[in-house]
């Protein structure tokens, strides 16, 4: 340490440590966010300069208004039965979602994480993408496997760890993995997908293909290299893939300050590279698939990726081993300016003469009975932790294809104790 | 057959993949157009265009983190890594991505990479061009490791790293690149040129990975080596007038333990030689599955002669590298030591 020189007249330096606007108890008041009217941002051509459409960046992209019309030039237009389709799978995603938290409180898995508040991102996204695009998920993307109608019997399976499970009991709960519908192994570490969905994009640019990959990562893990050297790729070799970032305002307990929110938004990154940013109301499920297709089309005629920030809010807790209680107000839910994806989709589908109560009543009824039949039928084949459900040979094969002979000798030692363990 | 440097028989071993094969693809710094700082890859983005061999940004990350989402989608990469010292900020694309990628998916993703990383020093590289962090790739589940000491090794061998299905760390001894470097710094380099493993076939062959290479025969002891310590150790062997059975590893993972195993219970004496840092270097393996599987035919403490564990130096370079000397003395010790 080194002593003020005397009678240098300078301020003492500060250290800045960001701290978000509320703590538990706090009263909520969210009237410094800005939410701009629709439109306020109006859809460019899909061709147009990055350098042109900055404000795409800084703006908030927004179809549903607060009277749950479709309104503006991002106005997808979708007919009635996608935006009932798009509502069923919602519907569907969190029931799912209630069920399976319950089961791991049951104690039948070990670790569950819900999409609760950020349904409309990974389904109505999956809408505007082609069946055969390739996703590259974060873990709180299941939205993805449920508008391409991945059984719901397999999640459960992997979700209890089975003698069923496609991943051999492998994986942490709802890390899946589904190559056969574009839905590549979710990793526990965080961004590393970023970097691989380019690599997959320029493969299939490279081989002059017409597929695109997606790729999604939290707004708290922006921080991570790969986010920048993934952007750095796509932008270089002009990577047919669209880059997402949810921002659903919390890493665990860090708020989005810790990740730079505090100075600009997330999409701005993208300024930096020189490629196209979108700001979008994560919550508005015809805002989020309107952008998303502008992204693909773009990306499909060769012009490169684009930034999507969707502009969410984490309505659960991080995973079922956090308790967001401890660290932020519980009014921030309720208050959030942007409402709750299902309910404004609903609405509009009201407001369109679409749909009705009864009807959502009934489905939200028929959905709950469709995740509860999925689950007995998976349950079939074991929950976690009762019994052996994969054999100890499962944990050393598919490290190698061939397994070499020091794995081979490990197994026998696992089969021995296996024997001494439980003798059949 | 063709007389080639080991840079000219890597060359030449993805010149011939590539050739059968359109999904292979190189990436990495300067590799493309100018051919790579070693020349590894001239004249592959003319022969088979910049879709096929093409530089990358300055972000080892970037590159293997491509190159595994390339192999998702069905490539076989090639990626170069430009030194063994630039390949940690790509550690957790190799170590808990690709090394995991099948395991972790059940089999619904495999990926298939042949990461080539020069390697070792001996060139006045200084801290950041010289290491050796093998080790660091041995002690990962999932992925094989690879170090050629020749170039028909390096040729055979960098093919059946290309066409294997699981990630595979391929260490290019640059100090040997050249020719074969028998510790001798202060004495002319010798070229590939009149060493009989410097005549390469030229088309399509294969040395299997996990195979060890039994350099020379003999009965007072046997040497483990890989990569350019196999000819050092082949000199001070000459130097010293042992009969030793001398064992190229040329794949560390997997591990040709019934080679080895062999060896020692013939000999009852081991050597094993590295350039790395000793403490948990790949040695301090070898050594105790020599201890393992051959106590009662020991005859003598297993030795083990290594780098410094010190970053290594720029200045002084040939006092850290483990050199004629070093290992000399070490075999001495060996052959006369009674129980």
Redesign the interface.
């Known amino acids: 340490m080194s002593d003020r020189s005397p009678g240098a007249n300078r301020p003492r330096l500060t250290l800045h440590v960001p701290e978000p606007p509320f703590r538990p108890g706090d009263e909520v008041d969210y009237s410094w966010l800005d939410i701009p009217e629709p439109d306020a941002v109006p859809r460019p051509d899909e061709t147009a300069a990055p350098e042109a459409i900055r404000d795409l960046a800084y703006g908030l992209i927004r179809v549903l208004d607060f009277e749950n019309n479709a309104v503006g030039s991002w106005n997808p237009g979708l007919p009635p039965e996608t935006l009932l389709a798009m509502l069923r799978k919602m519907a569907l995603l969190r029931a799912f979602d209630e069920r399976m938290h319950r089961q791991q409180r049951q104690g039948k898995t070990s670790f569950y994480v819900k999409s609760t508040g950020e349904e409309a991102i990974a389904i109505a996204q999956t809408f505007a993408l082609d069946r055969a695009d390739?996703c590259?998920p974060s873990y709180r993307q299941p939205g993805i496997l449920f508008a391409r109608d991945y059984p719901m019997v397999e999640m459960i399976n992997q979700i209890f760890s089975n003698n069923a499970d496609?991943?051999?009991g492998?994986?942490l709960p709802i890390?899946y993995?589904?190559?056969d519908y574009g839905f590549?192994?979710i990793?526990g570490?965080l961004a590393?997908q970023?970097?691989?969905?380019?690599?997959?994009?320029?493969?299939?640019a490279?081989?002059g293909d017409d597929r695109i990959?997606a790729v999604w990562c939290g707004e708290g893990s922006t921080s991570e290299?790969?986010f920048h050297?993934?952007l750095?790729?796509g932008a270089?070799y002009n990577a047919p893939c669209v880059f997402n970032v949810v921002n659903n305002q919390y890493a665990i307990s860090s708020y989005s300050g810790f990740a730079g929110s505090e100075r600009t938004t997330f999409a701005a990154r993208g300024i930096g590279y020189g490629i196209p940013a979108l700001r979008v109301d994560g919550n508005d499920a015809l805002a989020v698939y309107s952008a998303t297709r502008w992204a693909a089309d773009r990306a499909r005629s060769n012009l490169g990726p684009t930034l999507i920030e969707l502009f969410t809010y984490r309505a659960d807790a991080h995973s079922t081993s956090d308790d967001p209680a401890a660290y932020r107000s519980a009014q921030e839910r309720t208050e959030w300016p942007l409402g709750d994806p299902i309910t404004r989709l609903k609405r509009h589908c009201i407001a369109l003469g679409i749909w009705d109560m009864d009807r959502q009543a009934a489905m939200d009824l028929e959905v709950a009975e469709e995740v509860l039949a999925a689950q007995k039928e998976a349950e079939k084949n074991g929950i976690l932790g009762h019994g052996l459900h994969q054999p100890d040979i499962t944990m050393f094969q598919?490290?190698?294809?061939h397994m070499?002979?020091?794995l081979k000798e490990q197994s026998e030692q696992a089969a021995r104790e296996r024997a001494h363990k439980w003798p059949e | 057959m063709a007389r080639m440097s080991m840079i000219q028989a890597i060359n030449s071993a993805l010149d011939v993949t590539m050739g059968r094969d359109p999904d292979i693809?190189i990436l990495g710094e300067d590799v493309g157009y100018f051919g790579g700082v070693f020349r590894v890859t001239a004249g592959l983005q003319e022969k088979y265009g910049k879709?096929?061999c093409f530089d990358?940004?300055i972000?080892e990350?970037?590159i293997?983190?491509?190159?595994?989402?390339?192999?998702?989608?069905?490539?076989r990469?090639v990626p170069e890594i430009q030194f063994a010292d630039y390949v940690y900020?790509g550690l957790?694309?190799i170590v808990?991505?690709a090394a995991r990628?099948?395991?972790?998916?059940?089999?619904?993703?495999?990926c298939p990479l042949a990461i080539r990383i020069p390697f070792g020093g001996g060139i006045f590289g200084g801290q950041t061009h010289s290491q050796s962090p093998e080790a660091l790739f041995t002690h990962v589940?999932?992925i094989?490791t690879v170090v050629p000491s020749n170039p028909r090794d390096a040729k055979g061998l960098l093919i059946a790293a290309i066409e294997?299905?699981?990630p595979v760390i391929f260490f290019e001894p640059k100090r040997c690149y050249n020719g074969p470097f028998d510790g001798y710094y202060d004495r002319p380099a010798k070229t590939w040129a009149d060493h009989p493993d410097g005549e390469v076939e030229d088309g399509h062959y294969t040395v299997p990975l996990?195979k060890a290479r039994l350099v020379t025969e003999g009965n007072d002891l046997t040497v483990l080596a890989y990569g350019t310590m196999v000819h050092v150790a082949q000199q001070v062997l000459i130097e010293h007038g042992l009969s030793a059975d001398l064992i190229d590893l040329r794949t560390l993972?997997?591990?040709d333990?019934e080679t080895i195993e062999a060896s020692v219970k013939k000999t009852g004496r081991c050597a094993i030689i590295h350039e790395a840092t000793r403490t948990s270097g790949f040695g301090a393996e070898l050594s105790a599955l020599v201890q393992e599987r051959c106590f009662y035919h020991l005859e003598a403490p297993i030795e083990r002669v290594t780098g410094f564990d010190t970053p290594y130096p720029h200045s002084l370079e040939w006092s850290y590298f483990p050199g004629p000397v070093r290992i000399g003395e070490a075999l001495e010790r060996l052959v006369k030591a009674e129980a």
Not at chain 1, 398 to 401: C, G, K, L, Q, W
Not at chain 2, 64 to 75: H, S, V, W
């Open positions: 390739m590259f496609p991943l051999k492998r994986q890390m993995s589904a190559k590549f192994s990793s570490n590393t970023y970097p691989q969905a380019v690599g997959w994009a320029m493969a299939s490279s081989k990959a290299g790969d050297n993934g750095t790729f270089v598919d490290v190698y294809e070499p002979w020091h | 693809v879709e096929r990358t940004p972000t990350c970037g293997i983190g491509a190159a595994i989402g390339m192999a998702a989608y069905g490539l990469p900020p957790d694309q808990s991505e990628l099948r395991h972790r998916s059940a089999g619904d993703f495999q589940a999932g094989k294997d299905n699981d996990g993972i997997p591990l333990i």
